[in-house]
């Protein structure tokens, strides 16, 4: 999306004329649309920002506010099971990450480079796990790993979390590959027949000249990979056991029972840290060197 | 241009093995195995035998069922219309403000969007509660209109009774509206922002207003965005699960709910396969309508 801004900007005179005259079309500057958006952000906002403006509330209730603390962030540190859940949903998130990575990326090159028999036929199947409901991806995944391909249990740590890692990668990596192949699209062949035609081999052309011009891609596929880990509750719901839950699921499951500030604390720090990592995510995209190039 | 896969065979088959092969072990074999059980008949209480039954797909077509896809479908179209009413003015104010605020407002679309589902469902309840904001600011406003109408001498509005807001339908919908928007969004953005502007500004020179440039020139020219904003809204909103379940009341069941019912509690996995493939097929035909409309309008462009 950044990449086409400055193409469309180019291609037509128009801004110029805009800026000449800021009249006609600066919709910003319009109250009705003005009102629109600013009610769209307290939508949007107010629930969020009430939830962590409660987390600091010594009341349980959460309507009336009655003194700061910072009590409930201390419970739920020392929630064990909550602690567990969160470490794990990182895990699951970072391992998910690296292999979506890996994965969306040869994909894109595959779609990218390659004319083979029956590519119509991979491409829709790579787009199916992005069409297909999370429910269906969801039952799919609990069949799959209760009867065809059961995860022995009782395994130590990170290992439990092997169905629920696999089942993650499977929906986030053709994000991925979308994602990269887009980038991809931007990249001038000649250069790979350049670096060929002056003895690179097909490895050495790939990792030098291929992949630096992907990184933005994979930067931004990566952050996707991350959160839509991070973010999923459905498919986990059903390939979670009792031993292997991660932050949503807990989370959920403390919903179920009751509504205590706790569970508000804990939603404050995930908010946290989405947004420290979005952050991170969007700067490192736009340090990138090879980005201003294109 | 793209190679023959004959050229380089062996960078062929590294690059395309290990997506292919995961692709098919972790995701087509699941669905597979899914599909096939949807042909099957419980026979014990983990046994499934394949009998290639029509059975379960005549069980879905039951009206008690029909009436939930059907409500689904109702909410889902309800939820996208929504979306973008809202979001269409929106869009066309991101996509015509100035660079700098541009990029802010389009971050602050994109945050909710990375933020957790279930926290933002959650955050929603604390609002929509009977004593929640929304009640209370209700509440103040009919306390002050009441106070002014016996000022002018009018009889006062009596008490106030607090919205139920939560736990039924329009709560489901207000709830998949919240979570969807930035997916309506983003899309109309791309459209709106790619736009060539001058043929607006053509259509404002020659004395339309800004409702009808915008409604005969500037509509017609992001329906491509259009499109695929409502498909990626309507999509997950025919599907959804966590919104219905923590929203909704006992009417406001969601095919998901019914779904994730056949697998967990009713032990009924047949069953809940053919409805999940039927919710497959629903959410396909969406995908080949779009498609349809975005070929249309392509052609007419």
Known sequence: MADEAPTAAATSPAPNRVKEKPGPLEYMRRWPLQLIVGLTLLFLYLPLITLMVFSFNTSRRNIVWQGFTTDWYVRAFNNESLLQAFINSLTIAFLCTIASVVLGALAAVMLWRFRFPGKTVVEGSLALPIVVPEICMGVAMLVFFARVMPWPTGLPWPLNLGAITIAHISFAFPFVATVVRARLASFNRELEEAAKDLGASEWRTFWDILVPHMQPGLIAGALLAFTLSLDDFVITFFTAGPDTITFPVKVYSMLRFSVTPEVNAASTILIVVTVILTAVGLNMQNQTPADKKA | ?301
């Open chain 2, 1 to 301: 241009m793209e190679q023959t896969w004959r050229q380089a065979k062996a960078a062929f088959a590294a690059v395309s093995a290990p997506p292919i092969v995961w692709l098919l072990l972790f995701f087509l074999v699941p669905l597979a195995v899914v599909w096939a059980y949807s042909f099957g008949v419980n026979s014990g209480p983990v046994t499934i035998d394949f009998t290639g039954t029509f059975a379960n797909y005549t069980r879905a077509l039951e009206p008690l069922y029909v009436g939930i896809f059907w409500k689904s479908l109702i909410v889902a179209t309800l939820t996208t219309l929504l979306c973008l009413i809202v979001g269409f003015p929106v869009a066309l104010a991101i996509a015509f403000s100035s660079p700098k605020a541009k990029a802010w407002l389009l971050l602050l679309i994109m945050l909710p969007f990375w933020t957790n589902l279930l926290i933002r469902t959650f955050a929603l309840i604390a609002v929509l509660r009977e004593n929640g904001y929304v009640n209370a600011i209700l509440e103040w406003m009919w306390t002050h209109a009441s106070g002014l109408m016996t000022l002018v001498g009018l009889q006062p509005l009596g008490d106030f009774e607090p919205l139920t807001l939560l736990y039924n339908n329009t709560a489901v919908v207000i709830g998949l509206v919240y979570v969807h928007l930035p997916f309506m969004v983003l899309p109309l953005y791309s459209a709106l922002d790619r736009m060539d502007r001058s043929l607006m500004e053509a259509s404002l020179d020659l004395g339309a207003g800004h409702l009808r440039t915008i409604w005969s020139v500037v509509v017609p020219l992001a329906a491509p965005g259009v499109a695929s904003g409502v498909l990626i809204t309507f999509i997950p909103a025919l599907g959804a699960y966590l919104t219905p379940d923590l929203l909704g009341g006992t009417d406001s069941q969601m095919i998901a709910n019914v779904i994730e019912r056949q697998f967990k509690r009713a032990n009924d996995w047949p069953f809940g396969a053919a409805l999940s493939f039927l919710l497959m097929y629903l959410t396909f035909i969406a995908v080949a309508v779009q498609a349809l409309v975005q070929r249309r309008s392509e052609r007419r462009g």
